[in-house]
T-cell receptor, first 118, second 111 residues
Framework: KAGVTQTPRYLIKTRGQQVTLSCSPI?????VSWYQQTPGQGLQFLFE???????NKGNFPGRFSGRQFSNSRSEMNVSTLELGDSALYLC?????????????????FGSGTQLSVL | GQQLNQSPQSMFIQEGEDVSMNCTSS?????WLWYKQDPGEGPVLLIA?????ELTSNGRLTAQFGITRKDSFLNISASIPSDVGIYFC???????????FGKGTRLSVIA
């Protein structure tokens, strides 16, 4: 079974641009979460999608948005990029077959997209 | 918001030594997890703990869910070079809430 796939692996943008990152979850997984990882702050939760709906949202500005498609694939978008948005963006998926998100469902991470804003 | 304090931030140890790291919180969590991240990769789950006082092993790794539900510990015995990486603790309140991560412990093993 293929793991969580994120594209692209690396991205360089300039301030003010916008960017879209893509995530394909493990086949059969219905929940997708996004995290931002920086050396200073560790992993910070961005949002979680389930069944094409945002189920949870972290404390990030509105420039950060996401969506989920009917095949569970997800994209996140960052508009008006700032230097501080430079980070590793990680996507994670879990099965969540019932929609009730059992606590013992493991979260599987992709390798991330390394975004550099110049 | 909820925060996890993970310590130490970094460790340099000799191959064969045992390692201990811990994670504390001001909030109660009902699930504690430990992840390892290798360079250029995403975190991989090592151990999951679901009950206060629970002690769980995975090979040379042993983790404990603190009795107060506000802390957790990870021990690695007889470290080897492939143990190098960043270890993260994470807490979860319920299945529908996101994971809260510590800032990680960077482990270096000197052969």
């Amino acid at each position: 079974k293929a793991g969580v796939t994120q594209t692209p692996r690396y991205l360089i943008k300039t301030r003010g641009q916008q960017v879209t990152l893509s995530c394909s979850p493990i086949s059969g997984h219905r929940s997708v979460s996004w995290y931002q990882q920086t050396p200073g702050q560790g992993l910070q939760f961005l949002f979680e999608y389930f069944s094409e709906t945002q189920r949870n949202k972290g404390n990030f500005p509105g420039r950060f948005s996401g969506r989920q498609f009917s095949n569970s694939r997800s994209e996140m978008n960052v508009s008006t990029l700032e230097l501080g948005d430079s980070a590793l963006y990680l996507c994670a998926s879990r099965a969540d077959l019932t929609g009730f998100a059992a606590t013992n469902e493991k979260l599987f991470f992709g390798s991330g997209t390394q975004l550099s804003v110049l | 918001g909820q925060q996890l304090n993970q310590s130490p931030q970094s460790m340099f140890i000799q191959e064969g030594e045992d390692v201990s790291m811990n994670c504390t919180s001001s909030s109660i969590f009902n699930t504690w997890l430990w992840y390892k991240q290798d360079p250029g990769e995403g975190p991989v789950l090592l151990i999951a703990l679901y009950k206060a006082g629970e002690l769980t092993s995975n090979g040379r790794l042993t983790a404990q869910f603190g009795i107060t539900r506000k802390d957790s510990f990870l021990n690695i015995s007889a470290s080897i070079p492939s143990d190098v990486g960043i270890y993260f603790c994470a807490g979860q309140t319920s299945g529908n809430t996101p994971l809260v991560f510590g800032k990680g412990t960077r482990l270096s093993v000197i052969a």
